[in-house]
């Protein structure tokens, strides 16, 4: 039986880099399910021979950048839970953790570049473990590669308990940062690994923005699924008699009664219009950057919250927010604009539900028109007081465009299921 190899067991001294083969590099169709988990997470033997096929990559020094080692952009930010951050169960909302990620990998890219950094992209972010009342949120990170004006950085969330000093691992992700000065992007420092794993993290690095790049690109070619959330948001008008507004100082929530429903009745089949879900949100100076540009992790924190909603309406249930898949932010806001999210269940599962969730920003004095933000997918995992896992309704998509997001869920799941056992892998 093959074992991966990891940057772990490298540095445990248990595998020793010069001893890992070399192979070719995987020649899969760009949007195979198979191709899409290896270049996630690639073997180790493939960003091995990277890194000896191009040995100067690492060794020589660029003329044009100054050059800045690894561990000088490591940050490590600690939080302490307190009540006012948990759900009703006594555990953090996810989208408060998505919101830390983002702010220590803004305070180590910054170490990094020496500027103020924005958010370009977040990829997959698996929550392995919620955190408690209790428990202190330790967030490391390092800057693990760098390119012109942008830098991929590494966030590790860990738990440690206040009373045992016992730590476990809850998250890990990497966030794309890019370095600004005057509001335009501007150069930023050479890194140059030091150690096997940051020659390894320095290698994958290329693999995973090469797929960045790939995915975003399949994303602003597929029309399916917006055009649900259009189509769902129009038949939502349609029943604007039954909508129920919920006001508060920043948001205003716009929901319906599903009209399959009765009370104390929750049907075995649902079909996503039953979980639309409308939210907006004003962008005020606490939510942004010193550009006046909204925090990724703000964003982040919103979209979870409109996601969750949808995913109660379809099981009603508790849940745990598990994982988001990759979120490219394609345009930003700006203080004083409207943020309108939407969101639909798209796919579930034995007892998970994933949810596909859009954000498009409305700016003062803009005539009225939106621009397009981002989208995700966010599941959530239903379950009981005890944390065992609980059946959710199947969906039965209603459009053909529902149906082609319901068929490529599977492709999706399966590639969140390898990344988390990745993430599983190199707990502790």
Not at 79 to 108: F, K
Not at 174 to 199: C, N
């Amino acid at each position: 039986m093959l074992r991966r190899i990891t940057p772990s067991f490298i540095r445990q001294g248990r595998v020793p880099i010069r001893s890992l083969p070399i192979t070719r590099a995987l020649s899969a169709p760009a949007y195979s399910s198979s191709s899409l988990l290896a270049r996630a997470h690639p073997p180790a033997r493939i960003q091995a021979s990277i890194v000896r096929s191009n040995p100067s990559q690492y060794s020589t020094i660029s003329e044009e950048r100054p050059t800045k080692s690894a561990s000088s952009s490591r940050v490590t930010t600690t939080h302490v839970i307190v009540p006012e951050q948990l759900d009703r169960r006594g555990y953090v909302h996810g989208g408060d953790v998505l919101g830390w990620m983002d702010l220590s990998a803004a305070c180590a890219s910054g170490q990094f570049s020496g500027v103020a950094c924005v958010t370009a992209s977040v990829d997959a972010v698996h929550l392995i473990q919620p955190l408690r009342l209790g428990d202190l949120a330790i967030l490391t990170s390092q800057v693990t590669r760098s390119w012109r004006s942008s830098m991929e950085v590494s966030i590790r969330v860990e738990a440690e308990h206040m009373l045992t000093g016992r730590r476990t691992l809850c998250s890990h992700a990497f966030i794309t940062m890019v370095a600004m000065k005057e509001g335009r992007p501007t150069t930023v420092p050479e890194l140059i690994p030091e150690g096997p794993e940051e020659v390894m993290m320095h290698a994958e690095a290329d693999l995973r923005r090469s797929e960045r790049f790939r995915e975003r690109e399949h994303r602003s070619k597929s029309k399916d699924s917006p055009k649900v959330i259009r189509d769902l948001r129009s038949y939502s008008d349609s029943l604007s008699a039954t909508h129920t507004p919920t006001t508060s100082t920043s948001s205003l929530q716009l929901s319906r009664s599903p009209s399959t429903r009765t009370c104390g009745f929750l049907p075995a089949e649902l079909t996503p219009a039953d979980s639309f879900t409308e939210s907006a949100e004003t962008v005020l100076p606490a939510h942004t950057n010193m550009f006046g540009a909204t925090f990724g992790g703000q964003m982040m924190k919103w979209m979870t919250q409109c996601a969750l909603i949808s995913a109660i309406r379809h099981c009603r249930k508790d849940l745990l927010l598990v994982s988001t898949d990759r979120l490219n932010f394609h345009s930003s806001t700006q203080v004083g604009d409207m943020i309108t999210l939407r969101s639909v269940v798209s796919r579930s599962w034995g007892s998970s539900v994933e949810v596909y969730v859009t954000s498009e920003s409305e700016g003062i004095g803009k005539g009225g028109s939106n621009t397009w933000s981002n989208d995700a997918f966010v599941t959530f995992v239903a379950v009981d007081d005890l944390d065992r896992p609980l059946s959710v309704p199947s969906l039965i998509p209603a459009s053909a465009e529902e149906e082609r997001m319901w068929e490529g869920g599977e492709a999706r799941r399966a590639l969140r299921l390898s990344q988390r056992a990745h993430v599983s892998a190199d707990r502790g």
